[in-house]
């Protein structure tokens, strides 16, 4: 094996001193994995295994900047005194440009940008990747603090769920999810547990939290948790449509937060933590009941008493006098209860719900719609939540239709009643309604179907061919269909013509008087 230099060695060993990965010593020295890995595997010899025919066992010689015992020194940071941290080891090929990279860091410019300015302005004959790491380097060493975000009284609270303590449950111990809204201002708390993270869940646990703090906040900051959020989004997250409607009817605004970024909800985060670790921790409990019931008793004899670590106040103490006053009045009436899920349109019109089937407007069939139902309604809404249907709650196995909802060329046209068949007949002309209408008196019920059988045939007729024949069907008394097809297939029945006595074309007879006087002198004559 090749022997390292002593710099590399301590290198090597200051930064595995530091939890440094293998592959990350190697990438930041520029020397071969399997290099580094045998010097890992030289060092966890024994020392009598290592010190034979190895002169890896000979203590390095600590570079400047570094202690006795080979741990790199921390270095303070001066005004202008370049980067804010040193690599033991070989020194960075940047550091002589280290001023220029941390004015450049500090203004927000890329590694690229960086080591573009280097080349061009400074002559810099390294790599990118020596400037990228550097950059890498100084930008964690120079991180930007966290700002402290503190809301006035009634204005947020934040929502999220944790685990609660183990319950007995039919011989076997089961865990629930613990629900826990926390004030912001104040850190008053409400907790509860619940079996699932279903929406209703979620919203009823919103409504008790509410219920019990005796107002509502501007704002709810809650997790991206699937029962309330569809789609998660830092700029345009996407609710599930429930919870927006709870939102609506308790006067709050509901914000997701970023996902992946605890921190924005820092104040639930330690929130759960206190009540997991302070009430629950060791615990187990006989049903769901007595949990919710130890943890109303808690809240109120231990979290409500205690001094906060960040507002050094009782937290009681601030929630009644300085936050319940701002919070917002609650509704009358609790939010009503209801089932909602997204739902196929099949293709005879209609959606299952609660196996009951209930009918759509045919343009939905095929799309996706989303139904609510309750105990008495089911409402049925397009994708824009737009109510497109409401039929009365039915039960299974039933259909419900609304004859609005069937299509024109669908629709039987004993469906539509007399009165539109009637009207359909009077289109047609004067004889052709009257015959309808007196055929109708005298067949009763079986005149609907005759008049079915009429309007047929009449579109495939003239309708002054039609007329023609109802009207000597009207005189003979045909009441038949039969009458009236055999009177559109008599020879007789074709299209008559009328004589037009008076048009431009034809002359008046004295103009023919005028011409030949001697005929029409006999003419008088005769008829004299």
Known sequence: MNELKVDLKTAIAAL????WSQRAIARELGIDRGTVRKYFQVEAKPATEATAGSELSKPAISTPGSSPEGKPKPVIPTAGSGPMFTLPGRPSFCERWSTEIEAAVNAGLSAQRIYQDLVTEHQFAGSYQSVKRFVRKLAAAMPLPFRRMECAAGQEVQVDFGQ???VMAEGKRKRPHLFRMVLSHSRKGYSEVVWQQTTENFVRCLENAFRHFGGVTHTTVIDNLRAAVTKADWFDPQLNPKITLFAEHYGTVILPTKPYTPRHKGKIEAGIKYTQNNALKGRTFQSLGEQNQFLLEWEKNTADTRIHGTTRQQVGHVFTTAEKPKLLPLPSMVFPAFSEAPRMVHLDGHVEVAKTYYSV???YVGR???ARWETRLVRIFNQR???IAVHARQQPGNFSTDPVHIHSRKRAAIENGSDWLLDRARLI??????WAEVMMKNRGPQGIRVLQGFLQLAAKHAPINVEAATQLALTHGGWHLHDIKSLLQRPCAQDQFEFVQEHPLIRDLSHYQAL????????????N
């Open 385 to 387: 939540m737009e109510q």
């Open 368 to 370: 996706k719609v989303w």
């Open 516 to 527: 030949m006087p001697d005929c029409f002198a006999s003419v008088t004559e005769t008829i």
């Open 361 to 363: 407007p045919p343009e």
């Open 16 to 19: 595995k001193k530091s939890n």
């Open 429 to 434: 002309g004067k004889h052709s309604g009257t």
């Open 164 to 166: 609660g303590a183990w």
